[in-house]
T-cell receptor
């Protein structure tokens, strides 16, 4: 079972470069999420997509854009990378519409911006 | 008040002891609660869920829920060094979107 798959696993960028992080899930979940995690900060929600065709800002959306390409895929784009965006990025998915559904996480993308 | 609050720790316990991790939440209408374990450099992994008041046991793990006090806890019996990780509490808030809110996690250290 693949679950939630993120690519790439590691990336180093220079300031000002652009990059798209990819996420795909094979669990037929309707909601997908992008988080960043920095030391001591916990998980911070960047953007989410409650269902195919919708996207909404989370608590730290500045500097990012997202695309919900289809039900399976949700990408995160950094248009002009900044050192402050150095972080570990997690994608997650969840089945809304049923009670008690947890989120399932991908393995993460470790992004360094020089 | 934070929506989901946890003591950041670290909580240090000797091998074989009971580790007790606590979490409080702000939404009185919340119905679903989860505990995730996150090893350093890894992604969060779901280990327990609880929906009703009382205790729920799964192996060495017991989740406890008290909705009146807006409190959920995780007990780890016979703690092992391999249990050393950060434990995240997550709560589904009673909003139209069923928002899942994470605490910042408690770091647990189990010493041999």
């Amino acid at each position: 079972n693949a679950g939630v798959t993120q690519t790439p696993k590691f990336q180093v960028l220079k300031t000002g470069q652009s990059m798209t992080l990819q996420c795909a899930q094979d669990m037929n979940h309707n909601s997908m999420y992008w988080y960043r995690q920095d030391p001591g900060m916990g998980l911070r929600l960047i953007y989410y997509s409650a269902s195919e065709g919708t996207t909404d800002k989370g608590e730290v959306p500045n500097g990012y854009n997202v695309s919900r390409l289809n039900k399976r895929e949700f990408s995160l784009r950094l248009e002009s990378a900044a050192p402050s965006q150095t972080s570990v990025y997690f994608c997650a998915s969840r089945k809304l519409g049923q009670a008690h559904q947890p989120q399932h996480f991908g393995d993460g993308t470790r992004l360094s911006i020089l | 008040q934070k929506e989901v609050e946890q003591n950041s720790g670290p909580l240090s316990v000797p091998e074989g002891a009971i580790a007790s991790l606590n979490c409080t939440y702000s939404d009185r209408g919340s119905q679903s609660f989860f505990w995730y374990r996150q090893y350093s450099g890894k992604s969060p992994e779901l280990i327990m869920s609880i929906y009703s008041n009382g205790d729920k046991e799964d192996g060495r793990f017991t989740a406890q829920l008290n909705k009146a006090s807006q409190y959920v806890s995780l007990l780890i019996r016979d703690s092992q060094p391999s249990d050393s990780a950060t434990y995240l509490c997550a709560v589904i808030f009673n909003t139209g979107f069923q928002k899942l809110v994470f605490g910042t996690g408690t770091r647990l250290l189990v010493s041999p």
